[in-house]
């Protein structure tokens, strides 16, 4: 039995790899993407999730609009990492597909409702989307399956702040609503994703297979090497998007542990800073799963192959 | 013609009061209420906005329930009813409401009004302000489509009423409050500066149960523990008309003394949370956000307040 997933995601280019990662395996089911601010605008990630769809010949997956401003703080964008476009170089065409009518956090509700214990969220961006849906049906905390994060940075520093990693720092409120929730969640954080690097080598081997797919993963991907290089030291990318989603059918690629987890919305220098209680001082329950050890290898293999099989059908 | 109003409320004693006085306004139109939790749960309050409009023969007007908790905090719990009684409603007792509230969300039905009628519609908020952030939020287009909302929060130079320098409504949402007044909608304030001003005495109760009338009862049953409430944290007299103040915004603006200034509300976790600050010596050089009521003729509109009951009641004899 696949599983069904909703994601929420910024595209963004390893939002971008992320849907090409769940397209490309079986053990998947996309009932529908929900686009958000974060690494562009909301009109621009929602314009690049048809657009990525187009590109793998997957439109009849349907796309809901979201949030454009975070719940509290000022807007935060990030092109200087994703490029003006959020995909980097790559020059995808105007998609032809629209958006369906309905505000994302309303399809994460009715999905939910209507289908209890069989939905997965899987977000990629910053979480505005998802609290205001908890606020509005707090039901869906019960009739949620789980729920993957791309966030955070537990022992990791920070990449957007000294403490703070990107989506938690965008809309750290609604990472405060969602982290609060009650929903079973696993958590995604830096301190497993910044160990996965997709390197020059992984794309050349990708470059072997002549398609409108690969063409997409290098023009995108040369900006965001681009980008660690200059801003991190990193030679490769970090590809935090895809390891998430990768740990929704194939979770032993990470170790686990359970923790109480927190994120500051005190608007000092923590703003965002999302922090565990590993000696559990303030006595609360745990409150999701994180992945804090990596099979770093495991991961690339299994990204490299979906996407060579994607990519070998997709011409 | 009328201002056509639609009010975000969390009954609760006064805003039954502020209810009451603008089904008793001849310059208000009352078209609808939005339930929030707030003075009491939301099972609570959406149940006294239906259970008073019917008491009140308006059950022609809809009421769409709201949020539950404030947006990031924990709500306050059972706090209120210290204040406003189990029911949120003091000693009055109402029947059990017959109709029921319409389908869609609060936070969708403001938006689908306001969206339907740009510029015609005028919101007034007398609770916590989350159902109004989040269709902010939730529909970019929503702040440009409110003609005015007048909101009862905040205590700008008068100290708090639930910290010392937070005033509930503001406290118990003040992500929601930071929103709104950053969202660009118009926007007159009403704080406690004001609202402390007016106080509903128990002579003023007598007065209008001078007419034998179940509304005027309902007024005596309602502000009864309120009163009692104010008298012994407060040291007052009588009880405060906050909500009921807003609709002043409307029909009698003579009595207010009104700044514009830049207000905003922190939102830091430190003491002085949920506090409402007004950059009088334009220090951060920011444009003003909203108008504020900062001085009021507070017997007169005491006196205004219970003229228009007494009409009403006398009117539905």
Redesign the interface.
Known sequence: MPKHIIIDTDPGIDDSLAILLALASPELVIDGIISVHGNVSTEQTTKNALSILELAKASHVPVYKG???P??KESLLSPETHGDSGLGYAQLPEPVTQPKAG?G??YIIEQIMSRPGEITLVALGPL?NI??AL????RIVKNVKEVFVMGGAIQHTGNTTALAEFNTFVDP?AA??VFHSGMPMILTPLDVTYQCIFMKDDLDRLLKIDSPITKYISDSTRFYMEFHDEYQSIEGCVINDPMTMALTFMPEICDYQDLVVDVD????VGLGNTFADFYNYGKKPKNMKVAMGVRPRMFMELFLKRMENLCSKIR | MPTRIILDTDPGADDALAILLMLASPEIQLEALTTVQGNVNLEKTTRNALALLEFLNASHIPVAKG???P??KPPHGEQGEEVHGKTGLGQAILPEPRSKVVEP?A??YLIERFLAEPGELTLFAIGPL?NV??AI????KFAQAVKELVIMGGAVRSGGNITPLAEFNIHEDP?AA??VFNSGIPITLIPLDVTYKCLLTAKDVERLNGIDSPIAKFVRDVTADYMEFYLKYEGFDGCALHDPLTVAAVIAPELLSIEKHYVNVD????VSTGKTYADFMKVSKKPANMKVALGVKGREFVDLFVERLESFCRSRL
């Open positions: 949030c454009d401003l719940l509290v505000h956090s309303d505005t609290a205001i606020r509005k049906e707090p409120h405060h609503i919305i005190s608007t000092g | 949020c539950s908790t947006l990031i969300h936070v969708d989350t952030a989040l939020r939730k529909e970019p992500h930071h929103v939102i830091s976790g430190g």
